[in-house]
């Protein structure tokens, strides 16, 4: 148990629908990351917030946002949903944002665009 | 721009066989590396991590890894394998410098099929 949790752990929807993942960082942990992993894709970094605020953006699609709460945890919002968004969502958090914190990932929300 | 290639996309062994998985890098900065394992339904869970210092990494369940700068290469190997080493293996990279953030890049991943 890495300490990150996340819900729900499986989700299944509509295209077109609109969802909200959480995730809860390790207590202490100031950074969220949110990873894709889709086959095609692979494990494609998303977003990354440090303290509230964002602190660094990937291949993250107009459609989706998100935001760390002052309590530090944080949700990914993704939108009008597509077939190809279908996928294993995953979040990490660390302590800090230099490279040398370990990311730690949670277990992951399965999403099923149908 | 940073990316990292794992040359197999999966590696049979038998048991208590040597394994080593293939990890090269490419970036125009200094890097930090990392092996993380994927079980079935599960999270990722760091193997080990390269920072500075030795070039030889050793990590968890009897896991060991080498930095090579001259070959941009990372890759990681294991004496003798067990049945519970089936899994998913992925290569990462993440900058050393602040300005391109600690994100990490992920490889396509390698999936290690032990056989007994």
């Known amino acids: 148990d890495s300490g990150v949790t996340q819900t729900p752990k499986h989700l299944i929807t509509a295209t077109g629908q609109r969802v909200t993942l959480r995730c809860s960082p390790r207590?202490?942990?100031?950074?969220v990351y949110w990873y894709q992993q889709s086959l095609d894709q692979g494990l494609q970094f998303l977003i990354q917030y440090y303290n509230g605020e964002e602190r660094a953006k990937g291949n993250i699609l107009e459609r989706f946002s998100a935001q760390q709460f002052p309590d530090l945890h944080s949700e990914l919002n993704l939108s009008s949903l597509e077939l190809g968004d279908s996928a294993l969502y995953f979040c990490a958090s660390s302590v800090g944002i230099v490279s040398t914190y370990e990311q730690y990932f949670g277990p992951g929300t399965r999403l099923t665009v149908t | 721009a940073q990316s990292v290639t794992q040359l197999d996309s999966q590696v049979p062994v038998f048991e208590e066989a040597p394994v080593e998985l293939r990890c090269n890098y490419s970036?125009?900065?200094?890097?930090?590396l990392f092996w993380y394992v994927q079980y079935p339904n599960q999270g990722l869970q760091l193997l080990l991590k390269y920072l500075s210092g030795s070039t030889l990494v050793k990590g968890i369940n009897g896991f060991e890894a080498e930095f090579n700068k001259s070959q941009t290469s990372f890759h990681l190997r294991k004496p003798s394998v067990h049945i519970s080493d089936t899994a998913e293996y992925f290569c990462a990279v993440s900058s050393g410098d602040m300005e391109y953030g600690n994100k990490l890049v992920f490889g396509a991943g390698t999936i290690l099929r032990v056989k007994s």
């Open positions: 207590s202490g942990d100031l950074s």
């Open positions: 970036s125009s900065v200094s890097v930090y």
